[in-house]
């Protein structure tokens, strides 16, 4: 039996995939509804980086108006030219050359979070209802679906779309025994206006690149460099091109986004290493958790701490999902963090998330055209995001030191392991053949789809 029609879908959290999926549902016709927590489209702190790469950009591609589209690369950061990998003392370990600028869906964005917020609530007045906590669904025996809200609000709809992150009400709800546990890693995260000073404290390289700082004493960091095509006052920089300046001229967004050029510098290490506390911290005393852990760390890395923003310096417990089977589907499904929560780091997170509101759009555009049911086209769209979305969240606890059990952390094991990632870099990077599978191995995996 085919879906009913019109299709109506509610969306819980204007986060990026859920807004990347309402985007796609609008375009093609279906009515959709996105529930927002925050008051307004400013609140939370988003502003740091991530990268979206192939998959998440020809998601966006596939969902966002042309125009839309266009914006989004309008407003991303310069595309980093190098990979650095460092110690603490700033000296190079590996430096590697990634791609010259390529189509925007063949390569990597560096991207502000609140930037890509603003796009994403871009033209979606009438669609994003702010300042709505989701409390608890109901299922119908006609198999509709309600949502109800802190504020005693509800509303019913064929589906229920559960984007709400890592601690996910609709989850709760829907699969109790999903769990989600943390990684065993903080982050203290920190941002530096990239002033004239601050250019001055970094190598060309380090400017112009993505750097992963392997610390001795098992402290990690990594430092983004974020510039963009508008200043402090968010006038178009001169030189930029007339067409993407136009762009960014008709982009109400803007208004709505005080990103400006800035450094990023994460700094993190094994849970156990932080104040109980560490998670209500904010501002002078959070950066001074960050200086305490690096006081061996190059003059020049702890002056960008020191320098930072107090405002926007913010702790990250990092979290990962359990992986769980299979469950029956119904008129309530789950995307992106909500589902497969996974530790920061190469921008897998971001791009799974993408991935997932481009194929559940796909899913939910053939039971409209009732090609097949809805329930057939949630079946259809989590046969394929279970797999890879846990393969993703397994992936992500690979990456270097993201894992608490990493042996970068233990007191004497860890200095072995230091000198073994340093050295599996410096190899690589001085071996042509390694050297260019590193690199393509890099967009290899961020462009792969299983």
């Known amino acids: 039996m085919t879906s009913r029609h019109p299709l109506r879908v509610i969306v819980i959290g204007a986060g990026t995939g859920g807004m990347c999926l309402a985007h796609g549902l609008r375009r093609s016709g279906i009515a959709v509804t996105v529930y927002e927590r925050h008051r307004t489209r400013t609140d939370g702190l988003l502003g740091y980086r991530i990268g979206i790469g192939p998959i998440g ?7 966002l108006p042309p125009e839309l589209f266009d914006t989004f690369v309008v407003t991303c950061a310069r595309t980093p030219r190098y990979f650095n990998v460092l110690t603490e003392k ?11 600028d390529a189509a925007a869906t063949d390569t990597d964005q560096s991207v502000s979070r609140m930037t890509l917020r603003q796009v994403l609530l871009t033209g979606m007045d009438d669609v994003v209802r702010f300042d709505k906590t989701f409390t608890h669904y109901e299922q119908h025996d006609d198999g509709r679906v ?10 019913t709809a ?3 779309v559960g984007a709400d992150g890592t601690h996910s009400a609709v989850r709760r709800q829907y699969l109790p025994h999903a769990r989600v546990h943390p990684a065993g890693t903080i982050n203290i995260a920190t941002k530096t206006p990239l002033t004239g000073r601050v250019r001055a404290l970094l190598p060309e390289h380090v400017l112009k690149g993505i750097s992963l700082i392997f610390g001795s004493g098992g402290v990690m960091g990594v430092l983004h460099v974020m510039e963009f095509k508008w200043d402090r006052n968010g006038a178009v920089k001169a030189g930029v091109d007339p067409r993407d300046a136009d762009l960014l001229a008709r982009w109400s967004g803007l208004r709505h986004d005080d990103t400006r050029d800035y450094v990023a510098l994460v700094v993190w290490t ?10 209500q911290r904010r501002g002078e005393d959070l950066v001074k958790v960050a200086l305490g852990l690096t006081p061996n760390w190059h003059p020049h890395l702890r002056e960008l701490l020191a320098s930072s923003d107090r405002g926007s310096a913010m702790p990250v417990k990092v979290s990962t999902s359990e992986p769980v089977a299979p469950w029956k589907s119904s008129t309530v499904t789950l995307l992106g963090d909500a589902i497969h929560t996974m530790t920061p780091g190469r921008g897998i997170g971001a791009n799974t998330a993408l991935r ?5 759009r796909r899913q939910l555009v053939a039971a409209a055209a009732g090609e097949k049911s809805l ?16 393969a993703r969240v397994a992936d992500s606890l690979r990456n270097s030191g993201t894992d608490g059990d990493d042996p970068l952390y233990r007191p004497v094991v860890g200095r072995l392991a230091l000198l073994a990632a340093r050295g599996y870099f410096t190899v690589t990077s001085r071996v042509p053949p390694l050297r260019r599978k590193f690199v393509e191995g890099i967009y290899a995996y961020r462009g792969a789809e299983e």
């Open 270 to 279: 094994a849970g156990h290493r932080f104040p109980a506390d560490i998670m």
């Open 57 to 63: 950009s020809r998601a966006l591609r596939d969902c």
């Open 158 to 160: 064929d589906l229920l």
């Open 356 to 360: 997932d509101a481009a194929l559940l």
């Open 90 to 100: 700033l000296r190079d370990t590996a430096s590697f050359t990634l791609h010259a």
């Open 375 to 390: 329930l057939e086209a949630v079946a259809d769209y989590e046969a394929k995001m279970i797999p890879y979305g846990f």
């Open 146 to 155: 309600t949502a109800y809200f802190a504020d005693g609000t509800r509303d």
